[in-house]
């Protein structure tokens, strides 16, 4: 079995215990905890537990990493403090803004990406109890917003617009600057899920123009049940949860100053290596992906620009779950699709909107490097795939052969 020491992924008193851990290709899914994130948490599981509302030292000693990660936060993304709602992740800020926005409008077109995430689907399909008409905006055979679609649900002058900056699966890239500017002019408010995207490419909330942005700190090696919805000062919301009045009455609740410490930290982090961290895994990209195509893999959306982390493909006659289940017990975790449909193994909806067949569909597996991944992690999960199809391929031959006889 292929793998690697447990120690990167786990703190220290783990990884002793811990002998071997899997090579982590799903950097997609969630990242490991950042050990300069860590060691800035510590001490809210200790000696500083106060309640940011309180008064008194403790109190105050929280509202002060609150607002200094709050501020981390915001430079990292080109945005006011004030404008930094903190959640508890990526599903809460889409939510938050597609009802939010809802709430304060008068029911009217709310148009979202073909390929969007479920927590802006489900939201969307939601809202149609109250009035709302949903429209899907299609995407090409790459997987990017088809121009003529988006210009005709604009005639209808939507009032809410919610598309990706990066998918989750296939990693494309999409002109979310071009598409806000556009939906400003009709007048409505534009959206964007930039989760998979911050980190591994430059976020601006300025330079994008758009009204709301989420982001998640698990997806840029900070601590799991943090996030933010970056919400231009101009727009009103309705919370989601009422109560104490914190983050500015949209998101009441005593605040996870722990995670929220952990998600400001993991921000600074992010946007001070993003550009060196990009270049590495571009290179590991182009490596992984000349292997697979090699290996006569498809490799979805080849020809847009992607994530620098995310390939996604398929290899003809392979099943992407029983890949992805050989794989891992060959030491590679890596994923079918989104972390969040796992559940329910359907053939990928962004794959079938792109026009991709249920049968390739079901073929395919993901792979998204991180900053732990090295060149000898691609080679050897390209050694080890090369190994597991070919047996796949050979059971196959002789099946179709016993059947033959028969």
Known sequence: MVGKPAGPLLPPEESEAAMFAPICLDHNATTPLDPEVREA??????????????????????????????????????????????????????????????????????????????????????????????????????????????????????????????????????????????????????HTDAVQAFGKLPVDFRSLGVHGMSLSAHKVNGPVGAGALIVDKRVELAPLVAGGGQERDLRSGTENVLAIVGFGKACQLAAARQADRAAVLRGLQARLDAGLTGLGATIFSAGAERLPNTTFFALPGIDGETLVGKLDRAGFAVASGSACSSAHPEPSPTLLAMGVTPECARAAVRVSLGSGNTGQDVDGFLEAIAQIVDHLRNLTAMAVGVADAA
């Open 41 to 190: 948490m510590l001490p809210w599981l200790g000696g500083r537990f106060g309640n940011a509302s309180s008064r008194h030292e403790y109190g105050r000693a929280a509202r002060m990493a609150i607002d200094e990660a709050r501020a981390r936060v915001a430079e990292a993304v080109n945005a006011h403090p004030t404008e930094v709602i903190f959640t508890s992740g990526g599903s809460e800020a889409n939510n938050l803004f597609l009802k939010g926005a809802a709430a304060r409008l008068k029911a009217g077109v709310l148009a979202l990406g073909a390929i969007e995430h479920p927590c802006v689907r489900q939201p969307a399909r939601q809202l149609r109890q109250s009035g709302w008409t949903v429209r899907e905006l299609a995407v090409d055979a790459a997987g990017r917003i088809d121009s003529a679609a988006f210009t005709a649900v604009l005639a209808e002058r939507p009032r809410l617009v919610s598309v990706m900056l990066a998918n989750n699966e296939t990693g494309v890239v999409q002109d979310v600057a071009r598409l806000a500017a556009q939906v400003r002019a009709a007048g409505g408010w534009m």
